[in-house]
């Protein structure tokens, strides 16, 4: 998942005119009074930034983050103007991308701003604060610093759009040696489709932000538990308010009547058909000339549209509470979390559960992984084989469905971490740990193989699987791949093992199409659809591009590698691997996953299954969910159109039932941040 999923644009600089990649050794160097903050998750620490001011009131910002094998080193300055906004911001260095460069100025009126993804002007006649698309922490300090010394603490961005800050609650903190402080929760909206929690002290000097990663003063890195929790709940009085308001109640039943409705078990759509929920449950399906229509039913004409089971995101790291309302506007009634904080994961399902959240049905895993520099950033970390062991226990006491092991999990302790999971009945999924191949992790006892580029690992040269947990697990199928044989030795083994042994694949196909495919600029189809709907910044942190390509390959290799990947998808869809449809992205991508099933071969139903029926047999729910079919729970969705000729139809959702609740798609839109219809 790129950084920017976690972040969006949150914390970012620039000066005009952008300048050439800058070697790493020649960014800025942090004097020894420089304020040094701890980059960390619950992981572990990922990385450092300093910020300090110059003599003549120049911010600086040196950050350095290693996101396991993903690597920004950059630097950032910006010189205030008379109305304390930016008059010029410069970033350098490198990230994933490439070169960082960025630059903003104004002269004469004018601001100008060049990013790696856009460029472009606007009269400077008021105050407005340059909010760019890269750079370090200090970004959103400075943004955080005047938001809170503005009027009604709100301003104008460039290059378009508002932010809006509002104070939420005070929290004290202890730190060594400079003791205890009390620091004010402030919630920024614009930036985000939710809204973004920044911690400020009580003068409004920033003081730190996290939010999955973390960036907190290192006498007060300890602390970023406590301030998850709190800005969390300062949140969920929010969010509480919204499933209040956002449910139609009824007490009728209701009728779904005239709809084209799809058959997920039967892979087929059927014309005209009436369904009939009462208290929660599908309590009839048929043709609508002999369906009863109980008396004083709500009854919701159905022509034109299509019913469909509530959808499934199989592999969606939850961000917040606002995901949840994303997610039902899109139809998703069902989430798989393949890892996430634990205790996030536990207070949001205790909410939801006592009706002060709304939010899909969430399957979670806990996410265990070994100690190291490639650690992943929400995991439990194991430095032994009993530790682990602790963990897959663990997991099944807070009610997880199974467990996901990462790369840098010691695959010497996956067989009895396995066993352990199997015998308490937890489903084990995940990255496969360096040092072995994606069939030593399904001799082990994988159930699943999460993303493809794992199956496409079992093809790699020898060279890539020590260090797979780094950069390499990305680099070695974008080198290789291209030249991979499909029909070989190595992937057919691999792809017949899992259709004999059931083993299934979260493939993730949009998030390897947006590592490999796009240049800086472009827009991929899974957000293409939602241009003009969401909030500038967002739209703008969709357009970087994939990872940058090696000096001696070029982007088309990259493509052509990415085009094996998609035949990889079919063969296996055609050898019988059962394939689950998951974004890992920010959930928005789930139907341009469909798509790309399309492209692979899949039939409309087939694909419509992978993101309905089959995860609910992943997961054991299949009695409950993935199909409409009587005593079942309500969980639907209406669609504008027909997704048996255009998958794209389904993301015209009008109205969503969550166990029989009523949910209109439209408000559930505009309370996730998105002002109009995906077009």
């Avoid at 009390?182 to 489709?193: F, K, M």
């Avoid at 369904?275 to 034109?304: C, F, L, R, S, Y």
């Avoid at 309302?325 to 996030?344: A, F, I, K, M, Y």
């Avoid at 992943?618 to 309500?634: C, F, R």
Wanted: with cysteine; hydrophobic share 40%; aromatic share 8%.
């Amino acid at each position: 998942m790129k950084l920017g999923c976690v972040m969006l644009s949150i914390a970012s600089f620039a000066i005009t005119p952008v300048v050439a990649q800058v070697p790493v050794a020649s960014l800025a160097k942090p004097p020894a009074s420089a304020q040094h903050y701890a980059i960390e998750s619950t992981g572990g620490k990922l990385g450092d930034s300093w910020m300090w001011t110059t003599a003549d009131g120049t911010r600086m910002n040196r950050e350095s983050l290693n996101l396991r094998g993903q690597v920004w080193e950059i630097d950032s300055r910006g010189t205030p103007g008379a109305d304390h906004m930016p008059a010029q911001m410069v970033i350098r260095g490198i990230n994933p991308q490439g070169d960082a460069s960025e630059s903003f100025a104004i002269a004469a009126g004018t601001a100008r701003w060049k990013s790696p993804v856009d460029s472009g002007s606007a009269t400077y006649d008021a105050p407005a604060f340059y909010s760019p698309l890269g750079g370090g922490i200090d970004a959103t300090a400075w943004l955080t610093e005047q938001l809170v010394a503005a009027p009604n603490h709100t301003l104008r961005l460039l290059p378009t759009g508002a932010a809006h800050a509002e104070k939420l609650g005070k929290l004290e903190v202890h730190g060594q040696p400079n003791g205890s402080v009390t620091i004010d929760l402030w919630a920024i909206s614009g930036l985000n489709n939710s809204p973004t929690p920044v911690w400020a002290y009580e003068d409004g000097r920033f003081f730190a932000f996290t939010s999955i990663l973390g960036w907190l003063p290192i006498s007060y890195a300890g602390e970023q538990e406590r301030l998850e929790k709190a800005q969390s709940d300062a949140m969920a009085a929010q969010t509480a308010r919204l499933a209040k308001t956002l449910v139609k109640p009824t007490s009728d039943p209701v009728v779904f009547a005239h709809v084209r409705l799809f058959d997920s078990e039967g892979l087929q759509f059927l014309a005209d058909q009436t369904v009939v929920v009462e208290q929660g449950k599908i309590v009839a399906v048929g043709p609508a000339g002999t369906t009863a229509v109980p008396a004083h039913a709500q009854i919701i004409d159905g022509n034109g549209k299509t019913l469909i089971p509530g959808l499934w995101d199989c592999h969606l790291h939850v961000g917040d509470d606002y995901t949840g309302l994303q997610e039902l506007s899109l139809g998703v009634t069902s989430v798989r979390d393949p890892g996430n904080d634990d205790l996030r994961t536990i207070d949001r399902r205790t909410r939801a559960a006592a009706g002060g959240l709304l939010f899909p049905h969430v399957y979670p895993s806990s996410l265990i992984d070994g100690k190291g520099p490639y650690t992943a950033q929400v995991a439990n970390v194991a430095t032994s084989q009993e530790e682990a062991i602790a963990f897959v226990d663990r997991a099944k006491r807070n009610g997880f469905t199974g467990v996901k092991f990462y790369g840098t999990f010691n695959p010497a302790w996956l067989p009895a971490a396995i066993v352990e999971a199997h015998k308490l009945g937890l489903h084990v999924h995940g990255h496969i740990p360096a040092g072995i191949r994606p069939m030593d992790a399904i001799n082990d006892g994988y159930d699943e193989v999460t993303h493809i580029n794992w199956v496409m690992m079992q093809a790699m040269p020898d060279s890539v699987i020590p260090v797979s947990n780094g950069i390499m697990r990305f680099e070695g199928p974008g080198r290789y791949a291209k030249d991979v044989d499909l029909d070989g030795p190595a992937l057919t083994l691999i792809v017949q093992t899992m259709a004999a042994k059931h083993i299934y694949s979260d493939p993730t196909m949009v998030a390897f199409e947006s590592l490999y495919v796009p240049e800086n600029g472009d827009l991929s189809p899974s957000y293409a659809p939602f241009v003009g709907t969401l909030p500038p910044a967002v739209e703008r942190g969709f357009r970087q591009g994939g990872f940058a390509v090696p000096k001696d390959l070029t982007r088309a290799d990259y493509r052509a590698s990415w085009a094996k990947m998609v035949g990889l998808l079919k063969k296996m869809h055609e050898a019988g691997v059962p394939i689950v449809a998951g974004t890992d992205g920010s959930g928005i991508e789930l139907i341009h996953e469909l798509e790309i099933y399309e492209q692979a071969g899949f039939t409309a139903a087939q694909a419509l299954a992978a993101a309905t029926i089959t995860p609910a047999r992943l997961l054991g729910q299949e009695q409950h969910t993935g199909s409409i079919k009587v005593e079942k729970n309500a969980d639907l969705a209406l669609i504008e159109g027909d997704p048996s000729r255009h998958m794209g139809a389904l993301r015209q959702t009008r109205l969503i039932m969550l166990d029989g609740r009523l949910l209109d798609a439209d408000q559930l839109r505009a309370a996730a941040g998105f002002s109009a219809r995906p077009h």
